[in-house]
């Protein structure tokens, strides 16, 4: 009689408040702010910053994360984790603030499968502003869709590539005809669905955001997610990364789904050179056969 063995899942999830590096006026590591890493094997962790600052050039009032992964109580159901970061009272120069930056991402692997479901419930921006003006922002929390049959990649589901295809032509069609610092989104955002894809062992990565659109008064100009702000830089509003790793021997199976959230990619140029992220999230997670491999790796 063959033994049926319980299936794996090694689970691999992370979040910081705040992280990046200051090259001017003044050079400084910011090492990731409240920071926290989920053991392979699952559990609870978390947590709390109160209150961080660099001279006059950014701060938060208070900041918390937390990491969750357990197996669902439910007959049949798989593996869940949970990822979240929030950061209250962020200031960078007085030129961009927000009351409070929440970044959650949630996921359900099911037994034996490679590739979750995923939701961004609780995601959000409160009172963001840049230059003292309300950011109004068109939020699309299930950009990613449902999972995906037969656990296919999402980058496979037309919904999904259809979604990204629009954000990604939208920033191309504002960008084209501007000088840099506009040229680098064009090497960024230039995916369409006929280009998805990895060979056998290989991987992909879709790079799109949760915010379709960002509208206000505020100085600069905005690219879908993307605003360049005169004499401040460029932000990345709620990016998300999806990066799918394939099989060595068959390319169709996936071995590794993982999502990359950072709610503000800070791209700072004069005065301030700057390279900062707040709420920068990871989650993923892996396990569908029954002889437990190594853990993988996801960075």
């Known amino acids: 009689m063959t033994e049926i063995l319980e299936p794996y899942h090694y689970y691999d999830a992370q979040a910081a408040a705040f992280e990046g590096e200051l090259r001017l006026p003044l050079r400084q590591e910011i090492h990731p702010q409240a920071f926290v890493k989920l053991p392979v094997e699952g559990g609870y962790l978390a947590q709390r910053s109160c209150g961080f600052r660099v001279e006059s050039v950014l701060s938060f009032a208070s900041a918390y994360?937390?990491?969750?992964?357990?197996?669902?109580?439910?007959p049949g159901h798989g593996h869940s984790t949970l990822v979240t970061s929030v950061i209250e009272g962020l200031n960078v120069l007085d030129v961009v603030t927000a009351d409070r930056v929440v970044g959650q991402i949630s996921t359900e692997h099911p037994l034996r499968c490679s590739v979750p479901s995923i939701t961004f419930l609780g995601t959000r921006f409160e009172n963001l502003r840049i230059a003292g003006h309300k950011v109004e922002l068109d939020l699309d929390l299930n950009i990613c869709g449902e999972r995906p049959d037969n656990d296919a990649p999402y980058t496979?589901?037309?919904?999904?590539?259809?979604?990204?295809?629009q954000q990604h032509a939208r920033i191309r069609d504002l960008e084209n005809g501007y000088p840099n610092p506009f040229a680098e989104l064009r090497e960024r955002f230039n995916l369409v669905p006929e280009r998805f894809g990895a060979s056998a062992g290989g991987e992909e990565i879709v790079e799109c955001s949760l915010v379709n659109q960002a509208e206000g008064s505020f100085p600069g100009r905005r690219f879908g997610h993307v605003i360049h702000i005169p004499h401040f830089g460029t932000i990345y509003l709620a990016v998300l990364r999806l990066r799918h790793v394939y099989s060595k021997t068959n390319p169709r199976d996936v071995d590794l789904t993982a999502f990359e959230l950072t709610m503000i990619d800070f791209q700072l140029g004069c005065p301030i050179d700057a390279k900062l992220?707040?709420?920068?999230?990871?989650?993923?997670?892996?396990?569908?056969?029954?002889?437990?491999?190594?853990?993988?790796?996801?960075?």
């Not at 994360?65 to 439910?74: E, I, S, W, Y």
């Not at 569908?288 to 996801?298: A, D, I, L």
């Open 156 to 165: 496979k589901s037309s919904g999904f590539a259809a979604r990204v295809s």
């Open 277 to 299: 992220k707040a709420a920068p999230l990871v989650a993923n997670g892996t396990g569908k056969t029954v002889t437990p491999p190594p853990p993988p790796s996801s960075h």
């Open 65 to 74: 994360t937390q990491v969750a992964g357990n197996r669902d109580l439910k």
